[in-house]
């Protein structure tokens, strides 16, 4: 018997079995166009996301750049000043010249004559007012005697109004009494109340004031943290990188190695600061709130980054490159600093800049080393006191004077721009010196 499909048979089956094929065909096509709508509508939040939180902090962070302030004619009599025959800088130091700013406040409101009043009247200047006035003198000795124009600081109150931070009259969140208020009016319509570049937010330490607030301090810290962390965490990441990738034999104890360096590059940073604490602190003795200890603290962080990154880079050089060094009697040794380093070296300096720039951002195990204490003065060595911008953001952000929370944001961007240079130097360190294979 003839078991044979017809030829009718045949065409059905195979028109079937394309429906078939082409009915799977849609379904994937479909999924597959899902899943980069679902992917594309990820990376489409995401941007949204980001750029919302880039300008909320721009919006809330920009006027911190600009300083509100008074301009007053001071009159440096010797007599106001306190001083006596002696105009030597140490005299001149401790003159008063806080008196000088009060004056001249009452010269322009004559009508001021409470004590209460004056009170009020002399808070619209910062209280950091005659420090600035005494460095000038100290500067320029010949000024005693002579009515001069300058612009100082107006207190926070002041320039959060005058910015229009906050409204007139506490149920705005002023902080300004009636009378202040027309005082302030006054001073602008005679031309006495301007914004003008803040310089002192970028040259300044720390302070209780924030009008005087600045973060010279923190980026010096920061300065000095990165050095000493660049400086013990790069030669041992790349040398351990070297050895365990060019010389060290394959054997258990080299993969438990192996395996512990890939542990600790995902280790909570806030645990380093606990070991730091332990070791370099109450072990070792080292000051606390110091550079030094914050950078040993962040190698410890950054070592396996950069060890990680640096085998990488060592992987990434092809195999004949090691074999004709040696094939022209280069010596291991000689084989990997003279031929195989400087083909790795662009992507280990990758790694190491992106390592700087997350340990820049850190604060965590920083503040478990006593870098949150407030410090005024600005550090001169990795030995002294300091602070480091994270956490100086961090102190801003918990404070209760409004005007800090616009430094808050504006350190920020400064912080934010750090870390775009540092990753936008690793980008192009890559792109030009990087070889492709």
Same mark, same amino acid.
């Given at each position: ?10 065409? *059905? %089956? #195979? $028109?079937?079995?394309?429906?078939? !094929?082409? /009915?799977? +065909?849609? @379904? ?63 005299? *001149? %130091? #401790? $003159?008063?010249?806080?008196?000088? !700013?009060? /004056?001249? +406040?009452? @010269? ?330």
């Amino acid at each position: 018997m003839n078991t044979e499909l017809q030829p009718p048979d045949r065409n *059905l %089956a #195979s $028109a079937q079995v394309r429906q078939i !094929v082409e /009915a799977g +065909l849609a @379904r994937r096509y479909r999924r597959e166009r899902r899943f980069r709508a679902y992917g594309l509508l990820s990376v489409v939040s995401g941007v949204l996301f980001l750029g919302f939180l880039l300008a909320t902090i721009a919006l809330n962070g920009y006027s911190a750049f600009r300083q509100t302030k008074l301009q007053l004619d001071l009159d440096l009599d010797p007599v106001v000043l306190g001083l006596g025959d002696g105009a030597d800088a140490g005299v *001149l %130091a #401790s $003159a008063d010249y806080q008196a000088v !700013v009060k /004056a001249s +406040l009452g @010269r322009l409101f004559p009508q001021v004559v409470g004590r209460k009043e004056r009170r009020e009247l002399n808070a619209l200047v910062s209280a950091s007012a005659g420090y600035i006035l005494r460095d000038m003198v100290v500067a320029h000795p010949e000024l005693v005697g002579r009515r001069i124009t300058a612009w100082l600081p107006a207190d926070d109150t002041v320039d959060m109004l005058f910015k229009g931070r906050v409204g007139r009259g506490p149920d705005a969140g002023g902080q300004l009494n009636q009378a202040q208020l027309a005082w302030v009016d006054e001073l602008i319509a005679d031309g006495r109340i301007a914004l003008r570049f803040n310089t002192a937010f970028f040259t300044n330490g720390d302070s209780r004031e924030p009008e005087m607030a600045g973060i010279w301090g923190g980026t010096k810290g920061s300065f000095f943290m990165l050095l000493v962390t660049l400086v013990l965490s790069f030669p041992l990441g790349v040398s351990a990188a070297i050895y365990l990738e060019e010389f060290a034999p394959r054997n258990r104890w080299v993969d438990f190695i192996e395996v512990n360096i890939n542990n600790l590059a995902a280790v909570p940073s806030i645990v380093f600061g606990l070991l730091g604490l332990a070791v370099f602190i109450n072990f070792f003795g080292l000051p606390r709130s110091a550079p030094l200890v914050g950078g040993l603290v962040l190698s410890l962080m950054t070592l396996p980054v950069i060890i990680i990154a640096s085998r990488a880079a060592l992987r990434a050089v092809p195999p004949s490159v090691r074999e004709a060094a040696l094939g022209i009697g280069s010596s291991p040794m000689q084989m990997v600093f003279h031929h195989v380093l400087p083909l790795a070296m662009p992507g280990m300096l990758t790694g190491a800049i992106i390592g700087m720039a997350r340990a820049l951002g850190e604060s965590a195990p920083l503040l478990m080393v006593g870098m949150v204490a407030f410090i005024v003065d600005v550090p001169s060595t990795p030995l002294d006191p300091a602070t480091v911008l994270p956490v100086q953001i961090y102190l801003w952000a918990d404070s209760p004077e409004r005007a800090f929370a616009e430094r808050t944001s504006a350190a920020i961007l400064v912080l934010l721009g750090f870390l775009l240079v540092m990753n936008m130097a690793a980008v192009w360190l890559r792109s030009r010196f990087e070889r492709h294979w």
